[in-house]
């Protein structure tokens, strides 16, 4: 399966670059591709077979010191590519990146001052989200301890990176069994984009680090025989943590942890704990959580459409073929776009360097969309889909809300849905095991071949550089 990939990325790859010779792609965003993609379902393959024999503690260790390796070795390769390509350490086109690293040395020098209510009151004052205050005041303090170094804020992810690695895997195997929970680890530590997230100055690789240490903590206090009550408490923080990177990726999960309570079969946890951690979520919720979220959240859904309009208008004026980019075209491929940028399109360097993480997605899309049939038919008998509530309502979820936004095939909003379809690959790639399962996967393999082309076609041609 990871040989049919590799040839699916390669077929398109020279398809597109004779076809669109005048617009093939600089040597460099092939090196960045081919790296990608055949490091991740090579090595994917190498270490689910490697490592299978491991104990659980040294399997762990592995993990974790391999994922940082990449990730380290990552962060000091795009510092020295972004300085040579852009004569800063940032990524194309900075906007977020730029502005979160300024504002965190605007935060520290404040402190140093000892004016730090200064930046509170920016922050905070009425009328003022909290959506994205929690990233620029991390950055903030690691600025302030490290003598504004940016390369010790990528340093700092490649760790959370790891980490995630790590409880992604512990998530996998009390969802879906050992073998499934190992690769779910590796295929995360693998991952194209997880890795070059490290290396940019965006919040993606802590929000998303914040995302699946809830989901795992969740986990495992529904799961636990040995429940106690405190242990409620550090798992409500991270999901109001969670809010403050993002109030929609907050919401999904309380959302989730909701669902999880109300429909988990009794082999997850029994009815009395379930409804007692029900009781104490909400309280605590409405506690924490106060008005100023509630509103928030209803500025978001009341301006969805107009900032979709709005959006794709902006879009519209340099892409004519973006008008076909409506929510019905979207909806039914949200577990695979978006698609690889392999052209040179004006000002899209980011999506190039990207476009092995987009091949990977496409592929294990597959995977997911076949896991999450086999447990809503039930295929393993007993309770199928009741046992994994929390995280497959989550991922329903958030993906509903992208679907609703006006960024729906915009790479970085999909990262934290990702990182759970990556669960749910692992556990489809175990159920496998028909033929005519492999049979289908070689006609996806093919569709996205085609997919790939005629983004390629798309791309150009709304642009008016096709020929």
């Known amino acids: 399966m990871a040989q049919q990939a590799v040839v699916a990325y390669f077929a398109a790859l020279l398809v597109v670059s004779v076809r669109y010779s005048a617009y093939a792609m600089y040597w460099y965003w092939w090196l960045f591709g081919i790296v990608g993609v055949v490091g991740f379902f090579i090595l994917s393959n190498t270490y689910t077979r490697k490592w299978a024999g491991m104990r659980e503690r040294a399997f762990m260790k592995n993990l974790f010191w391999m994922a940082f390796m990449l990730r380290v070795i990552m962060v000091f390769i795009l510092y020295w590519f972004f300085n040579e390509m852009t004569g ?68 700092l992810k490649a760790l959370w990176g790891a980490l995630t690695c790590v409880l992604l895997y512990k998530l996998g195997s009390r969802n879906f069994g050992e073998t499934t929970g190992r690769m779910a680890g590796i295929f995360m530590m693998l991952e194209p984009h997880y890795i070059i997230y490290c290396g940019m100055h965006l919040k993606e690789t802590e929000m998303v680090f914040l995302l699946v ?39 999904s999960l ?91 399109t004006p000002n899209q360097e980011n999506h190039r360097m990207l476009h092995a993480g987009y091949v990977v997605k496409n592929v294990m899309s597959f995977f997911c969309i076949m896991a999450l049939f086999l447990l809503l038919l039930n295929q393993d008998g007993g309770t199928g889909w009741r046992n994994n509530v929390l995280i497959g309502s989550f991922l329903i979820a958030y993906l509903f809300i992208i679907i609703q936004s006006a960024f729906v095939h915009a790479d970085r909003f999909h990262l934290p849905a990702y990182v759970i ?47």
């Open 88 to 155: 800063q350490p940032f990524m194309f086109h900075a906007a977020d990146s730029f502005e979160y690293g300024e504002e965190a040395k605007w935060m520290a020098q404040l402190i140093r001052n000892g004016q730090f209510q200064t930046y509170l009151d920016y922050k905070f004052g009425a009328g003022n989200g909290i959506s994205d205050a929690g990233y620029p005041m991390y950055l903030g303090f690691v600025y302030l301890l490290s003598f504004d170094s940016i390369i010790v804020a990528r340093l």
């Open 213 to 251: 240490l809830f989901l795992e903590r969740a986990d495992n206090l529904l799961r636990s025989r040995n429940f106690r009550f405190w242990a409620v408490m550090p798992i409500l923080g991270i999901l109001v943590l969670t809010f403050c990177f993002r109030t929609v990726l907050g919401l």
């Open 254 to 344: 309380a959302f989730a942890f909701g669902m999880a309570l109300f429909l988990s079969s009794q082999k997850v946890a029994n009815l009395g704990r379930r409804w007692l951690l029900l009781i104490v979520f909400v309280a605590s919720a409405v506690f924490f959580v106060g008005g100023r979220v509630l509103t928030e959240i209803d500025h978001y859904w009341s301006q969805r459409d107009t900032n979709q309009e709005s959006r794709m208008g902006v879009i519209s004026k340099r892409q004519s073929l973006a008008k076909y980019a409506t929510k019905a075209v979207f909806a039914p491929m949200i577990f695979t776009i978006p698609f690889p940028t392999m052209v040179e």
């Open 421 to 467: 379809e990556l669960l749910f690959a692992a556990y489809g790639v175990s159920r496998m095991t028909r033929q005519k399962h492999k049979r289908w996967y070689t006609y996806w393999c093919v569709l996205m071949f085609v997919a790939w082309v005629a983004w390629a076609w798309f791309k150009l041609q709304g642009r008016g550089m096709a020929y």
